[in-house]
């Protein structure tokens, strides 16, 4: 693409500079059949306009006129004129720059140029300025010597007609004489400021520091855009342009994985050395912090145990590997069932602590647990961090609801539970943590598995892998995972429905499929990559069940607004009994009946289309 501009600044003398033409032409490369296929020759008849990826911009200050007469134009004024050009190969063709002029009395030029690709015999990137008069090369960049290729030129222009033209032509002599026969390179292509003045020309630099906005570290290697020049930052973060004419630049600063940065500087004969610095601010990225607990220690020899931290560790890989252009940090706390709980606990807050120092303003947090959990009296549901946990109810949603809390306000948190009852922590986490999702394993009276393949005790969570299928498949909308998951779409569990899985409290039951559950607050939109939504209707939401005076009794939200709503009950996950059938209207519906001479332990949502 071509960024041309005509830059007009105050002098103290008169001059007629007259611009016979400026002209522009891209030849395109096709299938390689060494022909050209298209061209187009640009005149200044416009003073803006974009053609074939070119663009060209005439301005003029309040000291000088531009009188644009056919194909032809007429700078008058009393300021020196400065031509300013990038015209990298970002595009499959040949191109080149080409603007003839005249001055009618003695003047000062200034070259500052980057020529990348520099021509090799009749290929490549090159530029000159040439005196019609004299016959002579007045300036060249790998042309019609190859000495010099980048940097700064000077010197007096006496009256004349001259010349000047940057391309990146490449060519082959054939029979019927030169052809296009090959595309240029991407990384051929040349920025230029070229400057003619009455007076010496003041050279001016613009320098500065480019630093992360949060850590207040240096940045090395930063992409510095100056007018059309390009420069980069040092290992300090330090970047410098010199032999600048005076004039007004856009300064644009920009690394990988920071959000760029534009400012506006102005360098003139009384302001030679400005400084402007620049803080980048990270790029929203994704963050995981993992909890996994192992209960292989403490479970019988040769038994199916559950491993957590196996769980962890696999989805962290997966967020990596799907997401590796934002998965940022990764934390995992991998924790063994035979220690105590309370030493578990202050691991893991420890770890948390030192994880938040690496998360920045609009990340988004994954925060992943895979453990057992149970319902403990007075203290409801707890997280099991222990084989002792009945004796220290302390991981539960108040404890993370807290955790989560010290993250920065505009962080968005992405908790996903693969515990049983996780439900119901979700619920309150969302209920009181902003800007936070939960997707859940189960509702708040139900229960998660694991399993162990032929030959191994090594348990791992049937939802936690539904989860990685669903990123492997480029899933990654929340919503649209609970909705695969629940409809098992991919099959991850579809052989072991049916079987004897063992659960993620206690025991053994006949496994009958996920149930996730997805809660978000008002807050929180999107998915795990950004915060666009994706409209996906989930299934409904079980709020927490409770048996009063032997009736049991149930609110389910975010109901379809089509089919029906069936509600099951099972003593045993083996066989379940239907109480109550209702049409789903987009509204609550609430359900209450009598449990007294059928103590149901299990209870399930079914919708039917």
Do not use: E, K, R
């Given at each position: 693409m071509f960024l041309a501009a005509v830059l007009i600044s105050a002098a103290t003398r008169g001059q007629i500079l007259t611009v016979g033409s400026i002209s522009h032409q891209c030849t395109t490369y096709l299938n390689g059949s060494g022909y050209e296929t298209s061209s187009t020759n640009i005149g200044l008849t416009q003073s803006a306009f974009q053609q074939n990826g070119s663009n060209i911009n005439i301005s003029a200050s309040l000291d000088c006129s531009i009188i644009v007469s056919g194909n032809s134009l007429t700078v008058n004024g009393n300021g020196q004129c400065s031509y300013a050009e990038s015209g990298p190969a970002s595009f499959d063709a040949g191109c080149y720059s080409d603007l003839s002029f005249a001055i009618s009395s003695t003047n000062y030029y200034l070259f500052q140029a980057q020529v990348t690709g520099p021509r090799s015999g009749n290929n490549g990137s090159y530029g000159y300025l040439y005196n019609y008069g004299q016959g002579a090369y007045v300036a060249d960049f790998a042309w019609p010597s190859t000495a010099f290729i980048s940097g700064t030129q000077s010197g007096i222009l006496a009256p004349g007609s001259y010349h000047f033209q940057f391309d990146n032509w490449f060519y082959a002599i054939f029979p019927n004489g030169p052809e296009l026969i090959s595309p240029p390179s991407a990384s051929s292509g040349w920025r230029v400021i070229f400057t003619v003045s009455p007076i010496p020309i003041v050279s001016t630099t613009i320098r500065g520091y480019i630093t992360d906005a949060h850590r207040g570290l240096s940045i090395t290697g930063a992409s510095m855009q100056i007018g059309p020049l390009s420069v980069s930052s040092d290992a300090n973060g330090y970047y410098s342009q010199s032999n600048l004419p005076p004039a007004t630049y856009t300064v644009i600063a920009s690394a990988n994985n920071y959000v760029s940065q534009t400012n506006v500087v102005t360098t003139s004969s009384a302001q030679t050395n400005v400084t402007q610095n620049f803080a980048l601010s990270p790029l929203p990225k994704l963050d995981y912090f993992g909890i996994g607990v192992n209960w292989q220690n403490v479970d019988p020899p040769g038994s199916c145990s559950l491993r957590g931290d196996i769980g962890a560790t696999e989805l962290y890989y997966h967020f990596r590997s799907d997401l590796s252009s934002i998965c940022n940090t990764g934390t995992i706390v991998?924790?063994?069932?035979?220690?105590?709980?309370?030493?578990?606990?202050?691991?893991?807050?420890?770890?948390?602590?030192?994880?938040?120092?690496?998360?920045?303003?609009?990340?988004?947090?994954?925060?992943?647990?895979?453990?057992?959990?149970?319902?403990?009296?007075?203290?409801?549901?707890?997280?099991?961090?222990?084989?002792?946990?009945?004796?220290?109810?302390?991981?539960?949603?108040?404890?993370?609801?807290?955790?989560?809390?010290?993250?920065?306000?505009?962080t968005r948190k992405v908790v996903i539970l693969d515990t049983c009852h996780s439900g119901g922590i979700a619920e309150e986490l969302v209920d009181s943590v902003a800007n936070t999702a939960a997707l859940a394993a189960c509702s708040a009276a139900s229960v998660a598995q694991y399993v162990c393949s032929a030959g191994s005790d090594n348990g791992i969570s049937v939802f936690t892998s539904a989860i990685i299928t669903n990123l492997d498949n480029g899933i990654f909308d929340l919503h649209r995972i609970a909705a695969n998951i629940n409809a098992d779409a991919f099959g991850v569990y579809e052989n072991d429905i049916g079987q004897n899985l063992n659960l993620e409290d206690t025991g053994s039951a006949v496994f009958t499929g996920l149930q996730p559950q997805i809660w978000e607050n008002s807050g929180f939109t999107g998915s795990l990559t950004n915060s666009v939504m994706s409209v996906v209707q989930p299934a409904p939401k079980e709020t927490r069940p409770m048996v009063v005076n032997g009736e049991f009794k149930m609110t389910l939200t975010n109901v379809p607004s089509s089919g029906s709503i069936a509600i099951e009950v099972s003593t045993n996950l083996n066989s379940w009994l239907q109480v109550a059938f209702n049409t789903a209207a987009g509204t609550n519906l609430n359900f209450s009946f009598s449990v007294t001479n059928a103590p149901y332990q299990f209870f399930r949502t079914i919708v039917v289309p």
């Open positions: 991998s924790l063994d069932a035979s220690a105590t709980t309370i030493d578990n606990l202050n691991a893991i807050i420890t770890q948390f602590g030192q994880f938040t120092n690496s998360v920045f303003t609009n990340d988004t947090v994954v925060f992943y647990v895979d453990c057992h959990a149970g319902v403990s009296g007075l203290y409801g549901i707890q997280i099991s961090l222990a084989s002792d946990y009945s004796s220290y109810p302390v991981f539960d949603a108040l404890t993370i609801a807290g955790m989560l809390d010290s993250l920065p306000a505009t």
